[in-house]
């Protein structure tokens, strides 16, 4: 069992930056693949970005490459996610997931956190 805890969630202004930080704990942590979906009112969630926790590879959409970056400490359990140049597109409840299965064009994560705001103004 691994929980999730995101924080750095926020309001913004365009063009500015945000940091999302996710924590993992568990009793027995093994591995765990790490990354982000965000789901904005009225739309399906959608992934953001992972990566491997052993490999260090990363994975982004499209809508967010060469704006985000994804970073991870293993010793400490964190993820970060690094948001800049934000648009007001990038609005949503950003949602920190998990899954000892590698990242995938059909990753589903096993474990979620509780999610966390991020506003972008125009």
């Known amino acids: 069992q691994v929980q999730l805890v995101e924080s750095g969630g926020g309001l913004v202004q365009a063009g500015g930056s945000l940091r999302l930080s996710c924590a993992a704990s568990?009793?027995?942590?093994?591995?765990?693949?790490m990354g982000w979906f965000r789901q904005a009112p009225g739309k399906e969630r959608e992934f953001v970005a992972a990566i491997r926790w052993n490999l260090g590879s990363t994975y982004y959409s499209d809508s967010v490459k060469g704006r985000f970056t994804i970073s991870k400490d293993n010793a400490k359990r964190t993820v970060w996610l690094q948001m800049n140049s934000l648009e007001p597109e990038d609005t949503a409840v950003y949602y920190c997931?998990?899954?000892?299965?590698?990242?995938?064009?059909?990753?589903?994560?096993?474990?979620w956190g509780q999610g966390t705001q991020v506003t972008v103004s125009s």
């Open positions: 997931a998990a899954d000892p299965l590698p990242p995938s064009v059909r990753w589903a994560p096993g474990y």
């Open positions: 568990g009793r027995t942590f093994i591995p765990y693949n």
